[in-house]
């Protein structure tokens, strides 16, 4: 892309340049810049009418300012980007460019500055490349519509009324619509950013009643992209975190198998090394003489060599005698 050296965002405020904008194209002037535009005119041989009028109209639209400027009926924080993208385009049609440069908007500058030497002004006159000069018209055309939709007043207070509902808005859509597409992440310029800033105050506009049969605006592809990016980075980290997540179940199962050891370790070390260990000790011990004692009387009554027992039946006594194995 080439470089871009014009200012793209000097068409926010062009509603008031209306005053301007209404005499810009009077080229009646006095005789001083009639003798000043003849002479700058015959430096173009057979194209020195190309040169004449625009050369009448600009000077007459310094006179203008210079008037308006004094009663202050402007906010001419634009101004001179303004006027020499006017001076620019009132030239279009003059194909050497080159000659131009050289010897016409230097002259002119100095003629232009002298009007506005009271008002300690320097307008800064140069030739716009024709490539920047189709941007900025393109965005001149969209404020240039925009504000044909209002007329201002002043009483009480200045603010806007909607004059015009449908009309300039739907040539502000179609003028849009038809240039976003050259705008995308990797063809980042001044121009699209403007674009952008044009967007947004059509937007926020709420002057007039809405438009339902006017084509929306297309939407800014850089944030149609970041926010496809942002899908497609959450989608990755959804299925990062799915695998994170089954390696630790899987890791969780195996060392499973392995974690009894330690606890059954930690248990016997608990029960044998602390007071619940030594009450434990005592009635094992307890539990062991008592069965000692048990199983010594059993085996003394067992081998008693001659024990009987008396049974009686049917009134006849009979000994039944048991012998140890």
Not at 179 to 184: A, F, M
Not at 215 to 241: F, G, N, R, W
């Given at each position: 892309?080439?470089?871009?050296?014009?200012d793209?965002?000097?068409?926010?405020?062009?509603?008031?340049?209306k005053?301007?904008?209404?005499v810009?194209?009077?080229?009646?002037?006095?005789?001083s810049?009639?003798?000043?535009?003849?002479?700058?005119?015959?430096?173009?041989?057979?194209?020195?009418?190309?040169?004449?009028?625009?050369c009448?109209?600009?000077l007459?639209?310094?006179?203008?300012?210079?008037?308006?400027?004094?009663?202050?009926?402007?906010?001419?924080?634009?101004?001179?980007?303004?006027m020499?993208?006017?001076?620019?385009f009132?030239?279009?049609?003059?194909?050497?460019?080159?000659?131009?440069?050289l010897?016409?908007?230097?002259?002119?500058?100095t003629e232009?500055?002298?009007?506005?030497k009271?008002l300690?002004?320097?307008?800064?006159?140069?030739?716009?490349?024709?490539?920047?000069?189709?941007?900025?018209?393109?965005l001149?055309?969209?404020?240039?519509?925009?504000?044909?939709?209002f007329d201002?007043?002043?009483?009480?207070?200045?603010?806007f009324?909607?004059?015009?509902?449908?009309?300039?808005?739907?040539?502000?859509?179609?003028?849009?619509?038809?240039?976003?597409?050259?705008?995308s992440s990797?063809?980042?310029s001044?121009?699209?950013?403007?674009?952008q800033?044009?967007?947004?105050?059509?937007?926020?506009?709420?002057?007039?009643?809405?438009?339902?049969?006017?084509?929306?605006?297309?939407?800014?592809?850089i944030?149609?992209q970041?926010?496809e990016?942002?899908?497609?980075e959450?989608?990755?980290?959804?299925?990062?975190?799915?695998?994170?997540?089954?390696?630790?179940?899987?890791?969780?199962?195996?060392?499973?198998?392995?974690?009894?050891?330690?606890?059954?370790?930690?248990?016997?070390?608990?029960?044998?090394?602390?007071?619940?260990g030594?009450?434990?000790?005592?009635?094992?011990?307890k539990?062991?003489?008592?069965?000692?004692?048990?199983?010594t009387?059993?085996?003394?009554?067992v081998?008693?060599?001659?024990?009987?027992?008396?049974?009686f039946?049917e009134?006849?006594?009979?000994?039944?005698?048991?012998?140890?194995?």
């Amino acid at each position: 892309m080439k470089s871009e050296k014009e200012d793209y965002n000097i068409f926010s405020n062009l509603h008031e340049y209306k005053g301007l904008e209404i005499v810009r194209m009077n080229d009646q002037v006095g005789m001083s810049d009639i003798n000043f535009c003849h002479s700058l005119g015959e430096k173009f041989g057979d194209s020195k009418h190309k040169i004449e009028k625009p050369c009448k109209q600009f000077l007459q639209l310094c006179t203008q300012y210079t008037v308006l400027k004094i009663l202050n009926t402007f906010n001419d924080k634009n101004f001179c980007e303004i006027m020499n993208y006017w001076l620019n385009f009132d030239l279009r049609e003059f194909n050497d460019k080159d000659k131009l440069e050289l010897d016409f908007f230097p002259l002119m500058m100095t003629e232009s500055n002298k009007k506005f030497k009271k008002l300690n002004c320097t307008l800064d006159l140069h030739k716009i490349e024709e490539n920047e000069l189709n941007n900025l018209q393109i965005l001149y055309e969209l404020y240039d519509n925009f504000y044909k939709r209002f007329d201002t007043v002043y009483v009480p207070q200045k603010k806007f009324i909607c004059k015009s509902e449908c009309n300039h808005k739907r040539e502000c859509a179609n003028i849009f619509n038809n240039n976003i597409d050259r705008c995308s992440s990797k063809n980042q310029s001044k121009f699209c950013d403007a674009l952008q800033q044009f967007r947004h105050k059509y937007m926020d506009d709420t002057i007039c009643p809405i438009c339902p049969d006017i084509t929306p605006l297309k939407p800014y592809p850089i944030e149609e992209q970041l926010a496809e990016s942002l899908v497609a980075e959450t989608e990755d980290s959804a299925k990062h975190m799915n695998h994170v997540t089954q390696e630790s179940t899987n890791d969780h199962s195996s060392t499973g198998k392995y974690t009894f050891i330690p606890i059954f370790l930690s248990i016997t070390v608990g029960i044998f090394f602390t007071p619940l260990g030594d009450f434990l000790n005592s009635r094992i011990i307890k539990n062991k003489m008592l069965r000692n004692n048990l199983q010594t009387e059993d085996c003394e009554s067992v081998l008693s060599n001659y024990e009987t027992e008396q049974i009686f039946s049917e009134d006849i006594p009979y000994h039944i005698a048991y012998h140890s194995s």
